[in-house]
């Protein structure tokens, strides 16, 4: 049987977003324990949030609606880059870890403004239509 794509998990954003998803949880776990209802619980909403979003977006009709979301999941990526900033500061991850997580944050930042750019074009061409 043939598996159902859709169309979100072709999006770069989605795809990165996942990505950078595993390397955080993979990441909690060198946190303390004394993190686990603080900073370890916030990060990690904040990082599902991120392919969350961009899926519900993908998935509305209007432009309008569609930037919503993904301006959404660009304020819980900036989020998830803070977090990882906290997280290097307090000596829970390596620099190395750090310069991964936003290597990935970069490139799913890039991908929402391509997105946003574009649904913003549509959302003007649909308000021409109906004046």
């Known amino acids: 049987m043939e598996e159902v794509v ?3 998990e072709k999006l770069y954003a989605w795809q990165d977003s996942m990505r950078l998803l595993k390397l955080v949880y993979a990441l909690l776990e060198k946190f303390p ?12 909403r904040a990082v ?5 979003n961009i899926a ?3 998935g509305r009709f209007s ?14 990526l900036m989020e998830v880059f ?5 997280a290097r500061e307090l000596d829970y991850i390596s620099e190395t870890e750090q310069v991964e997580a936003k290597a990935l ?3 799913i930042a890039k991908s929402l403004s391509g997105l ?8 003007q061409t649909e308000n021409s239509k109906t004046f």
């Open 105 to 107: 944050i970069l490139s």
């Open 56 to 58: 519900e977006g993908n």
């Open 63 to 76: 432009a309008k609606d569609q930037l919503r979301f993904f301006e959404i999941a660009y304020g819980s």
């Open 116 to 123: 946003s750019r574009h649904r913003r074009q549509a959302e």
């Open 33 to 44: 324990q004394r993190e686990q209802f603080a900073l370890s619980s916030q990060l990690r």
């Open 6 to 8: 859709f169309s979100f």
């Open 82 to 86: 803070c977090q990882i900033k906290i």
């Open 48 to 52: 599902v949030s991120v392919p969350s």
